[in-house]
């Protein structure tokens, strides 16, 4: 069996090395991949949202699975691209459909989703030019913070929490009218401020039933105790002490199940991971988002944690028969630690040499690779998101450690990296 995985971050590392422990001895490439996919299988010089190429490398190897890791080539309609074709149809696309990716390409889809089907979230409105002067007043309505979210992807940068009426009026206008995020920004969702703790929740869905995957909690500011500029995700811990069982029922039946019967109901064809990007608050669950993908860092501990076979997993997904399978997860605490370039999420630089990497074989403890590169046989950084470190422990605290100590055995100019991961937790 040959898989071609779409991707290149630490959540691609992670479903690489994934795959290729899976009984099916799959031959495995990946596109474009970094230095640590490339120990997992074949790196391939490829863009993801270039379908042409794709589909010729899928018909040249004669690929049977194409795994989707990122959102743009999913909200870009690749499952349709490949499943339409009929020289291609054979191959098994684990994504969502164009219109079901919806679900992140725009809020406004996600949103208006939610309400039809009863599902908790932020009461909002959506805004375009066309009602430009009725979003004036309602931000007036709404007390502060405010929340406004451009409705197309904008490379994680498009939420803006703004603290007084004046900075969100401002930023409406620059939305709007001076196109701030392009035409990402050309509707926009206005919405309440939800106060809570946050968490990532995960199925894999055929289109018609679900598994719940191991839920996850990551760190997106750049700085310890939560301080600093909002970057891709400086680590993540799984379990999340706070997602009991009480609670995780509730997200079951308020927000998992009708979001699945929503996806079947409307028709819409998924086969593929859903992302809800959750929000507690007292004790009840609010969907802040929808992903169409698994999270990065998230999938750095929540697909070690998993134990099935995933090839098996995939195949059900394809095969719409999910419901048979039982979901087996490690019961220990995984924390992932990112290591990050200096200067990141600002300015930094690429190309400075990773060493330390080769003494990295530690039991429990795994080294992904997001930002890196393979050059003349060395490895250097290609990114602000460099490293990943996952470890096992039997608390988050004991992984943490884990995570940092090997750390500090790793080295490049201006690495930096938080130790305070799941510190809430400790
Ligand atoms: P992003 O990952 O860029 O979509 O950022 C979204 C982040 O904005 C979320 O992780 C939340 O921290 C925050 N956010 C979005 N919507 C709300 C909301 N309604 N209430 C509170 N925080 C929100
Ligand atoms: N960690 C958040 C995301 O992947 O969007």
Known sequence: MKVLLLGSGGREH?????????????????????????????????????????????????????????????????????????????????????????????????????????????????????????????????????VLKA??????????????????????????????FGEASRKIVIEEFLTGTELSVFVLTDGKDYLLL???????????????????????????????????????????????????????????????????????????????RMGDPETEVVIPRLKNDIIDLFLAVDAGRLSGIVMETDPRAATTVMAVSQGYPGHYDKGLQIDGLEEMNEEGVHVFHAGTMIQNGKVLTNGGRVLAVTSFGSSIAQAVSTSVKVLGKIYYPGITYRKDIGYEFS
């Open 14 to 146: 992670a479903l690489a090395l994934k795959i290729s422990q899976s009984a099916h001895h799959p031959e495995l490439f990946i596109a474009p991949g970094n230095a640590g996919t490339g120990l997992c299988g074949t790196n391939v010089e490829m863009d993801p949202t270039n379908f042409w190429e794709v589909k010729k490398f899928c018909l040249e190897k004669r690929v049977d699975m194409v795994v989707v890791g990122p959102e743009e080539p999913l909200v870009r309609g690749i499952y349709d691209f490949m499943t339409d074709d009929p020289g291609l149809s054979h191959i098994a696309v684990i994504g969502p459909s164009r219109m079901a990716a919806q679900l992140e390409g725009s809020k406004a889809f996600a949103k208006e989703f939610m309400l039809r089907n009863g599902i908790p979230t932020a009461g909002y409105r959506e805004f375009s030019l066309a009602n430009y002067e009725e979003g004036l007043s309602y931000i007036r309505s709404l007390p502060t913070p405010i």
């Open 151 to 180: 409705d197309g992807l904008a490379a994680g940068k498009g939420v803006i929490i703004a603290q007084s009426h004046v900075e969100a009026m401002a930023e409406y206008e620059m939305m709007l009218q001076r196109s701030k």
């Open 214 to 292: 191991p839920e996850a909690k990551d760190y997106k500011r750049v700085g310890e105790g939560d301080k600093g500029l909002n970057t891709g995700g400086m680590g993540a811990v799984s379990p999340v002490p706070f997602a009991d069982a009480t609670f995780m029922e509730k997200v079951r039946t308020r927000v998992i199940e009708p979001t699945i019967s929503g996806i079947r109901d409307e028709g819409l064809v998924y086969k593929g991971f859903v992302f809800f990007g959750l929000i507690k608050v007292n004790d009840d669950p609010f969907v802040i988002e929808y992903n169409c």
